[in-house]
């Protein structure tokens, strides 16, 4: 068994852009931009580069500070005890950064995980990512990639989301759930999770023992 869950808003309660917009003073901005993206309403790529831009010239201490601030979702440590009590495997894909999920996953013992990561020079964010974009394209292709490297087949993988960007991801695992999701997703997941249920209401729709 393989399980993927998206980070901002699902295995964490934060967005965390929204906490780096916080120091730069644009969050309203940022948000706005965030909702939109999370509702499929603008292309995910070009929310991420319009708001990462905002954050050119704050100091790399402000990322550390924000590790810190992040808050877990509730029953996310159970939802992964559970995974690996039944030998299963968890990682997260995020639209965010590895500079906060790196400490995140080490934190909690996730297995794998994939984030953008925030451009630093000099110490300073450049309001640019390198690399590969984490979209929902990128999501799906390393829950298929994992799950073949762990030799899971993809009737066995489960993937959580709530935003548009998590919606390829989720038709491509077996087991779709959206977490306190978007309606756009609401409408496409094979189970939804609401409030004030948490991550660990996830466990009965996992494939155990299939």
Same mark, same amino acid.
């Given at each position: 068994?393989?399980?993927?869950?998206?980070?901002?808003?699902? %295995?964490?309660?934060?967005?965390?852009?929204?906490?780096?917009?916080?120091?730069?003073g644009v969050?309203?901005?940022? /948000?706005?931009?965030?909702?939109?993206?999370?509702?499929? +309403?603008?292309?995910?790529?070009?929310?991420?580069?319009?708001?990462?831009?905002?954050?050119?010239g704050l100091?790399?201490? *402000?990322?550390? &500070?924000? *590790?810190? @601030?992040?808050?877990?979702?509730? #029953?996310?440590?159970?939802?992964?005890?559970?995974? $690996?009590? $039944?030998?299963?495997?968890?990682?997260?894909?995020?639209?965010?950064?590895?500079?906060?999920?790196?400490? %995140? =996953?080490? @934190?909690?013992? !996730? &297995?794998?995980?994939?984030?953008? *990561? !925030?451009?630093? *020079?000099? #110490?300073?964010?450049?309001?640019?990512?390198?690399? +590969?974009?984490?979209?929902?394209?990128?999501?799906?292709?390393?829950?298929?990639?994992?799950?073949?490297? !762990?030799q899971v087949?993809? /009737?066995?993988?489960?993937?959580?989301?709530?935003? =548009?960007?998590?919606?390829?991801?989720?038709?491509?695992?077996?087991?779709?759930?959206?977490? @306190?999701?978007?309606?756009?997703? /609401? =409408?496409?997941? &094979? $189970?939804?999770?609401?409030?004030?249920?948490?991550?660990?209401?996830?466990?009965?729709? %996992?494939?155990? #023992? &299939?």
């Amino acid at each position: 068994m393989l399980v993927v869950t998206d980070v901002d808003s699902t %295995l964490i309660q934060d967005e965390v852009i929204e906490l780096l917009a916080d120091a730069a003073g644009v969050r309203a901005d940022v /948000a706005a931009v965030t909702e939109r993206a999370m509702r499929g +309403e603008i292309d995910f790529r070009e929310s991420l580069t319009e708001r990462v831009a905002t954050l050119g010239g704050l100091p790399e201490s *402000v990322v550390m &500070d924000v *590790v810190d @601030r992040v808050r877990v979702s509730p #029953g996310a440590e159970q939802l992964i005890s559970a995974v $690996h009590a $039944h030998d299963g495997r968890i990682g997260a894909v995020s639209g965010g950064f590895s500079q906060i999920l790196e400490p %995140l =996953a080490d @934190r909690l013992g !996730l &297995d794998l995980w994939a984030a953008n *990561v !925030l451009e630093i *020079v000099d #110490g300073r964010l450049t309001g640019r990512v390198s690399g +590969e974009i984490v979209d929902g394209r990128r999501k799906a292709d390393l829950l298929t990639q994992w799950a073949a490297e !762990l030799q899971v087949p993809l /009737a066995r993988t489960v993937a959580i989301g709530d935003g =548009a960007n998590d919606l390829v991801m989720m038709r491509t695992a077996g087991t779709s759930i959206g977490y @306190r999701p978007k309606p756009v997703v /609401a =409408a496409q997941a &094979d $189970h939804v999770i609401l409030p004030p249920a948490g991550l660990d209401s996830a466990v009965p729709y %996992l494939p155990i #023992g &299939d």
